[in-house]
């Protein structure tokens, strides 16, 4: 019979310092169960329980690990017992320093997780205990290889997209943000540290009702599309509100809405070959109007059911209710206006800097087509989806080059993703009629 224990707590000494603590619920006997991929973002608040059902559920009633640098057990009870899902355990593990989360054990029962959830706190001392280290390499290792869904709130939800806002100096605020977007608070990270393959290009914000963090979130917008030469995206929480975002690219919102005023927030520089902003430089006010369309937003209501989702695929697509907005800046004012949704496709992001690494010829096309893919790509993952994220096909790279049959596909837009040693590359194609 398997011991099955109840608050288990473990607590770790070395000879100079407390090492990691652990809370542990459940079973103590490590199953491994069918799980299913996902990213939970939660605003900051009280959890959403629907959108947590959702999370635990995706462990398909595997083992769940919380990760934290302050706090104690509070997630154990919520998420064994209280939701009605049945998962086998909750191990919370606590790592208030930088010795203790690199403790073998930390990383080893991350691993060893069907799912991941990283709790709120200080997302500076996430950055400065996990990045670069054990902790960073088994959630990358969750998310890739073992295709877990991993989730997080405020602090936790921060540090989950390709950039991220760091909190090294503190935190910051609209006003900071946008009187000198390279102001000293303005500490962003970009693609060097957990990096969700399905958030790429993508930096989140949280508590966006309290306080109101629009204009930090385009800030933080601004000096990516400057310093990084890219299309940047955003997606934001109010306090009381989760995304859930499935493998097929549906970002599904949940709150209380309409009893409650619950919102996401989806952002996306402009789509015109001019989308960087005119001034953002240290020490001056953000300008960024671009024909008072700098930003273009979805912003979706949150609902009990989850029933209004946006498509992280294309960035336009969307069901339920919600509407578009445009956001700009004129010299370090925010303003805000209606908006038709936007005319063009952002697609899973394309690496701009490394073309060497995937090519496609010829596109358009109708009858076939040719990836030549680099050295390093060998064994990928070669995934197509369609506008509405679909999985039309997928493949392992055997070769270098792989020759894709078309012609029976409907004329249309498609994005071909690669997956790769913990990176993505794709690329949009256009099948003619």
Avoid at 200 to 212: C, E, G, K, L, M
Avoid at 331 to 351: E, F, H, I, W
């Amino acid at each position: 019979m398997r011991l099955l224990l109840f608050f288990l707590l473990f607590v770790r000494f070395s000879a100079t310092a407390q090492t990691y603590v652990s809370y542990f619920t459940g079973d103590t006997t490590d199953v491994t169960t069918i799980t299913q991929g996902g990213v939970v973002l939660m605003g900051g608040a009280t959890e959403d329980d629907n959108a947590m059902r959702w999370f635990l559920q995706r462990s398909g009633g595997g083992d769940i690990v919380v990760i934290r640098a302050s706090g104690a057990d509070g997630y154990n009870d919520y998420l064994f017992s209280d939701l009605g899902v049945t998962v086998n355990s909750v191990e919370t593990i606590l790592t208030a320093s930088y010795n203790s989360a690199q403790e073998p054990y930390v990383a080893q029962q991350i691993r060893r997780a069907e799912a991941l959830w990283i709790a709120g706190g200080d997302q500076g001392k996430y950055v400065q205990y996990w990045k670069n280290g054990p902790v960073e390499d088994a959630i990358k290792y969750l998310i890739h290889t073992k295709k877990a869904v991993v989730g997080g709130t405020s602090a936790g939800m921060a540090v989950l997209g390709e950039s991220y806002f760091s909190a090294l100096n503190g935190s910051v605020t609209s006003a900071q943000a946008l009187a000198d977007p390279y102001n000293s608070r303005m500490t962003i990270g970009y693609a060097d540290f957990i990096d969700h393959p399905d958030l790429q290009r993508v930096i989140t914000d949280t508590h966006y009702d309290d306080p109101d963090r629009r204009g930090r979130h385009v800030g933080f917008l601004a000096r990516l599309a400057q310093d990084y030469g890219f299309r940047s995206l955003g997606i934001a929480c109010e306090e009381y509100t989760a995304v859930c975002i499935d493998t097929a690219g549906w970002a599904h919102v949940y709150g209380g809405y309409p009893s409650d005023q619950d919102f996401a927030y989806f952002l996306q520089a402009d789509c015109s070959p001019e989308y960087a902003p005119e001034v953002c430089s240290a020490g001056q006010p953000l300008h960024w109007v671009r024909g008072q369309q700098a930003v273009r937003v979805f912003k979706a209501e949150g609902r009990s059911n989850g029933q209004v989702a946006f498509n992280i695929r294309d960035w336009q697509s969307s069901t339920g209710g919600g509407i578009w907005q445009r956001w700009w800046v004129e010299n370090g004012t925010m303003l805000v206006a209606t908006a038709d949704a936007p005319d063009c496709v952002t697609s899973l992001p394309d690496v701009e800097n490394t073309p060497s690494m995937l090519r496609i010829t010829p596109n358009p096309a109708r009858s076939q087509i040719q990836l030549m893919l680099n050295d390093s790509l060998l064994h990928a993952d070669v995934v197509v989806y369609d506008l509405q994220g679909n999985i039309i096909h997928r493949q392992q790279a055997d070769n270098t080059v792989l020759t894709l049959q078309i012609q029976n596909w409907p004329a249309s837009m498609y994005f071909i993703r690669v997956n790769a040693n913990g990176h993505a590359y794709s690329r949009k194609i256009v099948v003619n009629d």
